[in-house]
């Protein structure tokens, strides 16, 4: 039996702090200490560790009652990447020992998942894993992961976007210094967004008008941030040139329906 995408694990997986899960993970894998002092160490200051039942193959015999079983652990680094390790673990040896192996990579977890489960029988052989699919050297990992980070007990309530920039603190900070409107966010605002770790910046539309004989230009886009508690939160930048000079002013507001409303009703509608 195989369970593709399993949210199940076992309490010792789940919760914790993120270092102490990722120390307890090496501790039950055989060659762990290996592991820890390579390609693991940036782990130690992850932010949030979560792990879901990725796959599964049970046998009651003819012989004995074998199992194998795959865990999926994802960490949240403090630049807002994600970082992925696979869990192996399996009772298929002789002596029926409970055996755990610590992978980076998914196709070396693919060949040691094939190797292990040649113990159940009707196996083909490995399936090849392109080298620039997921797990390969320097490999980003989907939203599917921090969805799963930030929302373990319900993903509905998790983001649905992708966070591709950093320096996102300095990046708030910036753009609240440019804002030109009267009102606009600061204090509790600027504070949360401090603890920004990452921000993607998206264009919500982009309109033309003409006012008093002059072609008056603005643009709506979305600063979205991830902060440090898992937690968004969006700022709403209006750009425009209804000013006396012609030049482009910022403007920035907490609610895209205030941003759309200054640019229909006061740069538009003059």
């Not at 865990?71 to 002789?94: A, C, I, K, M, Q």
């Not at 030109?180 to 008008?209: E, F, M």
């Not at 600063?223 to 968004?232: K, P, R, T, V």
């Not at 200054?262 to 003059?270: L, Q, V, Y």
């Given at each position: 039996m195989?369970?593709d995408?399993a949210?199940?694990?076992?309490p ?8 102490d ?15 820890a ?22 046998a ?17 680094l403090?630049?807002?990447?994600v970082r ?6 399996h ?8 055996h ?7 196709e ?5 998942e094939?190797?292990?489960?040649t ?6 052989g490995?399936?090849?894993v392109?080298?620039d699919?997921?797990?390969a050297?320097?490999?980003d990992?989907?939203?599917e ?6 929302a373990p ?9 992708a966070?591709?920039e ?6 708030a ?8 409107n009267a ?5 509790d ?6 603890a920004a770790?990452?921000?993607a ?16 230009s ?7 941030f991830?902060l440090l ?9 209006i750009?425009?040139?209804r000013t006396?000079s012609?030049?482009p002013?910022?403007?920035?507001y ?7 409303d200054t640019?229909?009703r ?5």
């Amino acid at each position: 039996m195989d369970v593709d995408g399993a949210d199940t694990a076992e309490p010792e997986r789940s919760g914790g702090v993120p270092a102490d899960q990722l120390a307890g993970l090496l501790a039950r894998a055989d060659g762990g200490a290996a592991a820890a002092a390579s390609e693991v160490d940036v782990l130690r200051s992850a932010l949030m560790h979560h792990c879901w039942l990725q796959s599964c193959r049970h046998a009651k015999g003819p012989l004995r009652r074998m199992n194998r079983r795959t865990f999926r652990h994802s960490f949240l680094l403090p630049d807002g990447s994600v970082r992925v390790l696979w869990e192996l673990e399996h009772d298929t040896v002789p002596d029926a020992a409970v055996h755990r192996s610590v992978f980076t990579g998914q196709e070396q977890l693919s060949l040691a998942e094939w190797e292990v489960d040649t113990a159940f029988g009707g196996s083909a052989g490995p399936q090849e894993v392109p080298c620039d699919g997921p797990g390969a050297a320097g490999q980003d990992y989907g939203v599917e992961d921090v969805d799963a980070l930030l929302a373990p007990g319900g993903r509905e309530t998790a983001f649905r976007r992708a966070y591709t920039e950093g320096d996102s603190a300095e990046h708030a900070r910036r753009l609240l210094r440019r804002a030109a409107n009267a009102g606009a966010p600061g204090g509790d605002v600027g504070i949360r967004l401090r603890a920004a770790i990452a921000h993607a910046i998206s264009i919500v539309t982009r309109r033309t008008a003409v006012v008093d004989g002059r072609h008056v230009s603005w643009s709506l886009y979305e600063h979205a941030f991830l902060l440090l508690d898992g937690s968004e939160l969006s700022l709403w930048e209006i750009d425009h040139t209804r000013t006396p000079s012609g030049d482009p002013v910022c403007e920035v507001y907490t609610s895209q329906d205030a941003a759309l409303d200054t640019a229909i009703r006061r740069i538009e509608a003059g």
